[in-house]
């Protein structure tokens, strides 16, 4: 049966040890253990299917793997190739289609759907593209979703490729479900419930009043049903907020006082905004009293900016306006962030963009203080 | 202690138009007062935020001279719900009694002291007379593209307005999207420059009358009078920006669409759009534009709407809403896109302007991430 979405979970196959094991023949068929030195209270990182023979698993201390398989060849990582071949990865991934979720290093969730062709065959054909590319292989699981997608790789590993939907999942142990621990699984088996089935039949309430709110997703999981999507490629989820803040070294309450430091709080905040590729659009002034109380105040601009200029001029209008008494901390955020590559062009686009480019130029070579406004002035010269 | 007798219709009325002038919030607290004072046999109604303010005068029966100040918004709903014709007010101390019919309140005033002073009167030599519906119209049609409050470029939270012998133009814009109207059956005698604040013109847009709309300008005020009612109104400090330069000169191609059909795409387009940029891509093509929207949380979504189009084709994206802005305040059956490519200022116009109407609008792209 062909599902309606069609989702594929690639996990590669003991990915740290596979590439350690590239170009080195003599190894293949031996346990080898991907760790630190077994005297500095390192973990196994990774490791070959032989070593999971006798028992190793990634996260067990190392002392304990070579008690397990005296015999086996114990490397240490390289982190650089790693990435380098997730990279290469990635590439395969993305020629199947553009909606591409890296979770980690060493799996992804691509969202097939739409695309024509049994799911297995296409899962076939990027395990077989991804082997082509980099001699490492891979499992591939297909489910009408992620969270059956992932279940399905971890089934069919190593080397396999497979679908699985809801009803293949209930002869399952429960800790096989996604965000089933050990100790939601160990709850659970107070109850008698050891597989999914069981957990499906149980009612909505009774699995919220043993797991609280996290019942209300494993009722969901236990159904085979999650709608999350697999985001395109290079979808960034914008940050809550980004700003800087300045602990003065005493107290101070006029303007000329505080404003050098503000006027340096909103150019790293506004390089740092430019640097992501981020936009805010409300500008957020923070400041503490003497006796610690923080107060914040914001203001929401016309549009979204990434201009220190733009950001000084909104946090000054409300330090004049609320500051009455002496302050030891100031600080500026923005938020609401849109992505500046796709942000609304303006007639009368903001002076400063050529300008802050050149500087942001200038401070990336020689450091944050190389290039400051006149207002900053002050507070790179040491004077607070 | 000021007594009069006042027929229920035309206080209610005129209230009505005072009270919009009433500021929303104000550390002022004599400012949410509305302002009853006596001159001869007529009683004068007014309330202000201090940069706008409505004076009206309307006909009543004074049994005592003076002036009291009343909670502006209590006030007004109170005589909205009395049933009568005849409402008396009369004031003692710092009480003021209200009744009609079986009905009595008292509210707390204050005395004409604790209010502001209001703007002078103007001598009738100094006013132009211009037809109202045809300001009104004017400013319908531009008044939606200002910027909002928040803007920190003063100017444009303003609509500018040029007066001459020849025309009155009218233009607003918040820097992503501008509507420019000219109206040649507008003139005046004598030339009057000025950034207006939105408020005054929507006080505007309330009255109604056969009558023209005189307009004067003083220094820093300018003030508008229809019938008994005066607005006056601080200018908004200029420069306003160089809008004649924004204008692009060479789009020529022409996208043209009937114009319901667009904007009720562009509504279920926004349905799934990204709520922070309202983004909607569209795809121009031979004789069909190509709508389509997508948000990685909500979905995707597409239409094909049928155009005449015979140049390149085009990809361009907008903010939606700034759009749907520009529809809604069109009448003709098809509008016209000129566009030149995905980042140039794309022009809006009416496919047939209303006689004696130079409107235009135009509105800024989002940028393509590719473009970049």
Known sequence: MEPDRRILHVDMDAYFASVELLGREELHGKPVIIGGDPGFRSVVTSCTYEARKFGVHAGMPMT??????????????????YRTYSHRILKVFLTFTPKVHATSIDEAFLDLTGTSGGIIDRALEIQKAVYDATSLWCTVGCGPNRLLAKMASNFYKPRGAGLLMPDDILVFPVGAIWGVGASTAEKLGMFGIDTIEKLKNLPRGTLRSILGSHGEEIYRYARGIDDRPVKFFGHKTPPKSMGHEHTFSRDVARPDEYMPALAMVCQKTGCRAREGGWQGSVVTLKYRLRNMKRITRRKILASATDQD???????????????????????????????????????????????????????????????????????????? | MVKFLVDHKTFLNGLNAVASALPPKTSLPSLSNILLETDGDQLRLAATDLDTTVVTLIPATISSQGAVAL??????????????????????????????????????????DSYPSLPSSVSDSDKIGLPLNLVNKAIKKTAYAVAGASEIRASLTGLFWKLNSESLEMVATDGHRL??????????????EAILAPKALNLLLKLSSEQPVFISSQGTQISFHVDDTSIYSRMIEGPYPPYEKVIP?????????????????????????????????????????????????AGEARED???????????????????????RNMNSENVLFHLHDSSTAVIITEEIQEEGTDYLTLV?????????
Request: some cysteine.
């Open chain 2, 179 to 192: 509507a420019k109207v000219k109206m040649s059956e507008i003139t005046g005698d004598s030339e009057i």
């Open chain 2, 305 to 327: 709407v049928e155009a005449t189009y015979d140049k390149d084709p085009l990809q361009i994206a907008f903010n939606g809403n700034l759009i749907m802005d520009i529809l």
């Open chain 2, 249 to 297: 000169q060479g789009n020529n191609d022409i996208l043209k669409v009937n114009r319901e059909d667009i904007f009720s795409a562009l509504k279920r387009m926004r349905i799934i759009a990204n709520p922070a940029t309202h983004q909607i891509m569209f795809t121009v093509e031979h004789n069909r534009v190509i709508l389509q929207a997508e948000n990685t949380d």
């Open chain 2, 364 to 372: 800024m792209p989002v940028r393509l991430p590719d473009t970049v």
């Open chain 1, 64 to 81: 304990r793997a070579m008690s397990l398989v005296p015999h086996a060849v114990i490397l240490s990582g390289s982190f650089a190739r």
């Open chain 1, 309 to 384: 200029q733009t950001i000084l001029a909104a946090a000054e209008a409300m330090a004049r306006q609320y500051i009455d008494e002496p302050v030891r901390l100031i600080g500026v955020s923005i938020s609401q962030f849109v992505p500046s590559k796709t942000a609304q062009l303006s007639f009368f686009p903001e002076k400063t963009v050529e300008l802050n480019r050149v500087a942001d130029t200038v401070r990336n070579r020689y450091g944050d203080k190389a290039m400051v406004s006149g207002r900053a002035l002050e507070y790179i010269q040491g004077r607070h």
């Open chain 2, 71 to 112: 909670p502006g918004k209590k006030l007004l709903e109170i005589v909205r719900e009395l049933s009568g014709s005849d409402v008396s007010i009369s004031t003692t101390g710092s009480r003021t009694s209200i009744s009609c019919e079986k009905s009595s309140f008292t509210l707390p005033c204050s005395s004409r």
